[in-house]
């Protein structure tokens, strides 16, 4: 991904505002089931699903578990929501009876991160990262389809930048990438190929639903190419 024009410092923060409301609508989910994955730890996945459609009936939720190494699945696991919790209740979810936990065989997977979605009646209501120094608490939320590219400090990719970045930082593989901060605000945390990164660059180039990652190497730039992938936001 070439980055000519590398630096625009012309945001206001009135367009900021906008993206972080931009943000926020994405986290409303319209159809009728809601729900959450409150944790994915060592011992499972624990949350709740409600569809006031069927309140006198728990759902049946379906938690794919996914290697974000391989992006292969490792597990399909199916329980029932139907664990009584007095903070669903309080929340008016029926009679609160639509709680979930399940507990998962996280070993038997192998090492790395798995992404762990949730699904009732076909519909995926939440997901959440499981691995190695992610908060089990932390939630991801997905911002769509996004175009991902990659650059490295060379002069062809950075012009004469080199590694330092648009808020002042040294660009750093496996977390640094460039955004379009009217899109994605800068320290906003961005999982895309199961790689949690931060947004701290933007590039000319780089408009829209775009994220261009950082690599050391222009080789490993060329290898990575161009790819359509799901962005997730890390909260
Ligand atoms: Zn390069």
Not at 28 to 43: H, K, L, M, P, W
Not at 194 to 221: C, L, P, Q, S, W
Request: include cysteine.
């Amino acid at each position: 991904m070439k980055q000519t024009a590398k630096r625009i410092h012309l945001l206001s923060g009135a367009l900021l505002m906008t993206a972080f409301l931009w943000i926020s609508a994405l986290n409303i989910f319209a159809a009728q089931t809601s729900g959450i994955v409150d944790y994915a730890d060592e011992n499972g996945v624990r949350g709740w699903a409600f569809n006031s459609s069927q309140a006198d009936q728990p759902l049946e939720v379906k938690v794919v578990i996914t290697n974000q190494a391989n992006g292969q699945v490792a597990a399909e696991l199916t329980t029932e929501a139907s664990i009584y919790r007095e903070d669903l209740a309080a929340q008016g979810l029926g009679t609160g009876n639509c709680g979930f936990d399940i507990s998962v065989p996280w070993e038997s997977y192998g090492e790395g991160t798995f992404l762990v979605e949730t699904y009732a009646g076909g519909q995926r209501f939440s997901s959440k990262l499981y691995g190695k120094g992610i908060p089990a608490s932390s939630q991801l939320r997905s911002l769509g389809v996004f175009r991902t590219t990659a650059y490295c400090p060379c002069r062809q990719c950075s012009g004469g930048w080199g590694g330092r970045t648009s808020t002042g930082t040294i660009a750093k593989a496996n977390h640094t990438i460039s955004v379009d901060p009217r899109v994605i605000p800068y320290g906003t945390r961005i999982m895309v190929n199961g790689i949690i990164y931060t947004a701290e660059d933007r590039g000319g180039g780089v408009k829209g639903n775009h994220i261009d990652i950082f690599f050391n190497t222009h080789g490993e730039t060329r290898a990575y190419g161009m790819r359509n992938v799901e962005a997730f936001l890390v909260q």
